[in-house]
Each structure stands twice: as C-alpha cells, then as structure tokens.
C-alpha cells in the first residue's frame, strides 16, 4: 500500500559527497518516523539516523559529524546528506518509514525503500 523510492547512491572518491533521496507515496495518511539504515557485506543492518515529524534528528557516533538526516514533509520524502565519505561508509542504504494510514490512530505500519548502494573509493 505504501512504497518508498530511493536514489541517490553511486560511486564517490573518499572525501566526496552523495544525497540520498527517499520518496514515499501510497495510502498514507501522515508519516511519522523516518530513518536511514545501512548494510555492509558481512554486517548487520545498523540504523544510520532517524528524523521525527517535527524534527527531532538523532544519528549514530559512526556519521553524526558528517551526515545530516532532513525531511521534506511537503513532499514525503526524507534525505540523508553525506560529506566527507570515507571507505568505511559503503553499504546498502535503505529509508524505513512509519506511517499512519487511515487515521491517526492506525499506526504503526513500517516500510523499506528497495536499496541504494553507497561505495567509496580511495
């Protein structure tokens, strides 16, 4: 019912920069949480930031000095900018978003973007 449509992602030289984009559509009544997510071969999926409806940002030690989690609510859609890449970085990245989808009340419901894969060279 809800789909959410990453981009973004590709090759960067360490040191660079990418955006990543993630739109959400369907039958969405509001949005609430969304978070970025990633996955390095061999890793566990790690929870990379997270953005409120009304803000609140939290990211993890690993990227909170580099990457900034924002939100467009007028568009659904959420962006992870990242700066200063290093290799350490490459991974899948998916959005996840929570979402309300008839009322107020009919929430949580949960959904993940296909991927985007990150890859930094040096």
């Known amino acids: 019912q809800v789909q959410l449509v990453e981009s973004g992602g590709g090759l960067v030289q360490a040191g660079g920069s990418l955006r990543l984009s993630c739109v959400a559509s369907g039958r969405i009544f509001s949005i609430n949480d969304m978070k970025w997510y990633r996955q390095a071969p061999g890793m566990q999926r790690e929870l990379v930031a997270s953005s409120t409806s009304t803000g609140i940002t939290y990211s993890a030690d690993s990227v909170n000095e580099r990457f900034t989690i924002s939100r467009d609510n007028a568009k659904n859609t959420v962006y992870l900018q990242m700066n200063s890449l290093k290799p350490e970085d490459r991974a899948v990245y998916y959005c996840?978003?929570?979402?309300?989808?008839?009322?107020?009340?009919?929430?949580?419901?949960?959904?993940w973007g296909q991927g985007t894969q990150v890859t930094v060279s040096s």
């Open positions: 996840n978003v929570d979402v309300c989808v008839s009322s107020w009340y009919d929430c949580p419901h949960y959904f």
